[in-house]
C-alpha cells in the first residue's frame, strides 16, 4: 500500500494502521523492557567494577550517579551496535549468493548498514530492492533485534527513576537517629522505641519501595486477627479453625499440630 494508491481511502487506513501499529509497539517495547533481556549488562557492570574497584560503599553520591549513566548508555548503544553489525554481516551473505546487480538486489556495505539502521531501529522504510532470500534472515533479524532495541530504551527510559532511588538510599544511609525519625518510625503504638519490623517498614516506605496505601489493609488485617493483644497467636487461631470445621480429621489433625508445637 502507498499513500497515492486507489481507492480513494487507501491514505486514511494506511494512516490508522500506522498510529494503531504505534501504540502496539508502545506495549511490545514496555512488555520487553520489563523482562530485563540484556546481555551485555552483566559484562559492563564486571568491566567497570575491574576499573574502578573501590567499594560502593565509599563511593561519592556524584560517582554513582556518573556510573549509572555511563552503563546505561554504554549498554544501549554497544546493544544497538552489535546488532547493526549482525544485520550488516548477515544481509552481506544473502545479497552475495543470491543478490543481483542488475536489479539492485546486490547491496553495497554501504547499503548493508543503511538497511541495518533503519531495521533495527524498527523505521523500516521499503525503499531498498532486496533479494527474496532475505526475508528468512529478517524474521529472525526482526525479532531479536526489536526486543533488544524494546529493552534497551525501556531501560534508558527508567534511568530518572533509578537515578532517584539512588539519591533517595544515599540521603538514607547518612541520616542520623533523631527524635524525628523515632516518631515516624513508630507504629499506631507511640512508646519511643522502634523494633526492627518497625524500622523496616519505615525504611521501604521512606526508600520508596512501598507506600502507605500498601501497608494499611495489610495492618488492618493484623489489628483485627490481633485484637487488644498486639500479636496473633497460634491456639487462638486453631480454635476457630475447629469451630468452623465440620471435619473430624480436620480436626484431630489441628490437634496434633497444636501438640507438635507445645511439645
Not at 499513500?3 to 500506522?18: H, N
Not at 509497539?25 to 567497570?48: C, D, G
Not at 554497544?78 to 544473502?94: D, E, K, P, R
Request: with cysteine.
Amino acid at each position: 500500500m502507498t499513500v497515492d494508491q486507489d481507492p480513494k481511502y487507501a491514505s486514511f487506513v494506511g494512516s490508522m494502521y500506522m498510529l494503531v501499529a504505534m501504540v502496539v509497539a508502545v506495549v511490545a517495547f514496555s512488555a520487553v523492557a520489563s523482562t530485563a533481556f540484556s546481555p551485555l549488562e552483566k559484562p559492563f557492570v564486571r568491566a567497570f567494577a575491574f576499573f574502578n574497584p573501590k567499594d560502593e560503599k565509599d563511593w561519592f553520591l556524584y560517582e554513582r550517579i556518573r556510573r549509572l549513566k555511563i552503563i546505561k548508555i554504554t549498554e544501549l548503544a554497544a546493544n544497538i551496535f552489535s546488532f547493526i553489525v549482525l544485520g550488516v554481516l548477515g544481509s552481506q551473505l544473502v545479497c552475495y549468493y543470491k543478490g543481483n546487480e542488475e536489479d539492485g538486489t546486490n547491496w553495497t556495505w554501504m547499503t548493508s548498514f543503511y538497511w541495518a539502521v533503519q531495521t533495527t531501529t524498527t523505521i523500516g522504510y521499503g525503499d531498498l530492492d532486496q533479494p527474496e532470500s532475505l526475508r528468512y534472515f529478517k524474521i529472525f533479524y526482526l525479532l531479536i533485534s526489536t526486543a533488544l532495541t524494546g529493552s534497551s530504551l525501556g531501560k534508558l527510559g527508567s534511568l530518572k527513576q533509578e537515578l532517584a532511588d539512588i539519591r533517595k538510599e544515599h540521603a538514607w544511609n547518612r541520616r542520623p537517629v533523631t527524635r524525628r525519625m523515632v516518631d515516624e518510625m513508630q507504629a499506631y503504638v507511640h512508646d519511643d522505641k522502634v523494633d526492627q519490623y518497625e524500622f523496616l517498614v519505615a525504611s521501604l516506605i521512606m526508600l520508596g519501595k512501598l507506600s502507605s496505601d500498601d501497608i494499611q489493609p495489610i495492618m488492618e488485617k493484623f489489628r483485627q486477627h490481633a485484637g487488644d493483644k498486639g500479636y496473633i497467636a497460634v491456639e487462638d487461631m486453631v480454635e476457630d479453625e475447629m469451630i468452623g470445621s465440620d471435619d473430624t480429621q480436620v480436626k484431630e489433625e489441628i490437634e496434633e499440630d497444636v501438640i507438635d508445637v507445645e511439645e
